[in-house]
């Protein structure tokens, strides 16, 4: 699935439309390639255009450097008064835009226009998602059961797209991480450098400090400075040793329960303000989604009862819209609107009615061979 | 809320309160044939869902709205008020 033969090369083809600077943007947005575009951003944007609108419709994959390149373009642009429009984003783009509080003032232009909710067009050419996270989903049978819960190795790239952009969103911060309680212990997943890597392992070998309490009690833990820290005895020295002096750990959370910490360490006491605190926490509650999302803190035992309940619900569902088909004479489209339409006029979950109705042909069959003797 | 925002679904899915994955584990539990991924892209609507899978999403949606006490605001496409 990493495998890429053709590497497609990024590339940008400047346009104007009227008084705004269109930039196309083609290929793969990652590493070298984030850095030439947060360059030409700055050197578009230098030029004070009226607005700048970005075209990602052509796009093969954008990466974490790349959404942070973006995320400073808008925010230079927004200082200045100009908008920004960012036309055909991915799916994985729109969430991470959303995800960095896109400002109000940028508009997200989807590939197909806003109206006509139904039309017998084939859509899935007009926009183009190939980003790990999207590919991996689609890449095999499409119907397979198992979209749920997400590989591991997809989560985790999405934590580090977190670590990376809640490194370059909050001010002060010199190291990020993300600790994950896997299997019963805390491991690190996602860390913006060693230093950080290493300030987490302290706190595992501990058992404490704000990274280990976050993690465990679901809410946050800001030591301020640690020069004056009382707390976490064993593992504060150690820190301190390694020149960090704030650390500010939120919780992650899964279907509610703590089962990580977003960790966010600085070189500088009393750095955090309110204003990073609150990005944290929008970080940390994004984060949280994901994981929800991959069935994090759920065992596999769980998760199995839930997909057997959702089978049992889907064949009874199947079971009685065949027999709506063959009652009525109609096809699965129209059975499956008159299953609803009878859920609806009883008041009743679709899967009540649904057992309700597979129900009554086995009384049927039952009261046949009495009905025959009699 | 705009009936005709493009991501009126994802909308609604907000607001019910339910996941992705939660939401596609519902939309299957009621027969629905899309994957994770096609899901969100009717969703996010970047692509159109055919009618009986638009109305599969929207019960999905409603029947969650009623756990929560609520009434069922996502529209059907399929005449589901004849009689």
Redesign the interface.
């Known amino acids: 699935m990493s495998q890429i033969t053709d590497p497609s090369r990024f590339g940008v083809t400047t346009t104007s439309e009227g008084q705004s600077v269109v930039l196309a943007l083609r290929g793969r947005v990652e590493n070298q390639a984030a850095f030439q575009l947060g360059a030409i951003l700055d050197s578009t944007i230098d030029g004070r255009p009226e607005s700048v609108i970005l075209d990602l419709s052509d796009l093969d994959f954008m990466g974490a450097a790349g959404m942070v390149a973006i995320s400073n373009a808008e925010r230079r642009l927004v200082d200045l008064g100009v908008s920004l429009t960012v036309r055909s984003p991915s799916?994985l783009v729109?969430r991470l835009l959303a995800m960095m509080e896109t400002a109000e003032e940028t508009r997200l232009e989807?590939?197909?226009?806003?109206?006509?909710?139904?039309?017998p067009?084939d859509?899935?050419s007009?926009?183009a998602v190939s980003e790990r996270w999207?590919s991996s989903?689609?890449s095999t049978d499409?119907?397979?059961?198992s979209?749920?819960?997400?590989d591991p190795d997809v989560v985790d790239g999405a934590l580090r797209l977190v670590v990376e952009l809640t490194r370059s969103c909050v001010s002060g911060a010199d190291g990020v991480s993300v600790s994950l309680l896997r299997h019963g212990r805390l491991s690190t997943v996602a860390a913006s450098d060693q230093t950080i890597m290493a300030m987490d392992a302290d706190q595992y070998a501990t058992g404490e400090g704000p990274c280990v309490d976050a993690s465990l009690e679901g809410h946050w833990f800001h030591s301020e400075s640690l020069d004056t820290e009382t707390r976490w005895p064993s593992f504060i020295p150690r820190a301190r040793v390694l020149g960090i002096k704030a650390i500010l750990s939120s919780p992650l959370k899964a279907f509610g329960q703590p089962v990580g910490a977003l960790n966010i360490y600085s070189r500088t006491a009393e750095t955090f303000e309110i204003k990073d605190q609150e990005t944290a926490a929008a970080f940390a509650q994004k984060a949280s989604?994901i994981l929800?999302?991959?069935?994090a803190g759920v065992s596999e035992m769980q998760m199995a009862s839930?997909y057997k309940?959702?089978l049992r619900?889907?064949n009874i569902?199947?079971m009685a819209?065949g027999v709506l088909m063959e009652r009525e004479g109609i096809d699965?489209?129209?059975a499956?609107?008159a299953l609803?339409?009878l859920?609806?006029h009883h008041g009743e979950?679709?899967?009540r009615r649904a057992e309700a109705i597979v129900l009554s042909t086995i009384q049927t069959e039952s009261e046949l061979p009495s009905g025959a003797n009699g | 809320m705009a009936e005709?925002?493009?991501?009126?679904l994802n909308t609604y899915r907000v607001e019910a309160g339910l996941?992705?994955?939660?939401l596609?584990?519902r939309y299957?539990?009621?027969?629905g044939?899309?994957?994770?991924?096609?899901l969100?892209?009717f969703l996010?609507?970047?692509?159109?869902p055919a009618?009986?899978d638009?109305?599969?999403i929207a019960?999905a949606l409603n029947?969650r709205f009623?756990e929560l006490g609520g009434d069922?605001p996502v529209a059907?496409?399929?005449?589901?008020?004849?009689?």
Not at chain 1, 110 to 119: E, K, Q, T, V
Not at chain 1, 292 to 295: E, N, Q, V
């Open positions: 799916v729109n989807r590939a197909l226009p806003a109206h006509g909710h139904l039309g067009e859509m899935s007009t926009f999207a989903m689609s499409p119907r397979r059961v979209a749920l819960p997400a989604v929800t999302d991959a069935g839930r309940e959702a619900s889907r569902i199947t819209t699965q489209d129209k499956f609107t609803l339409r859920s609806l979950s679709l899967l | 005709d925002a493009i991501d009126v996941s992705h994955g939660e596609w584990l299957f539990e009621l027969g044939m899309s994957s994770g991924f096609e969100e892209t996010y609507g970047l692509v159109t009618p009986r638009h109305d599969v019960h029947e009623s069922h059907y496409l399929g005449d589901v008020h004849e009689n």
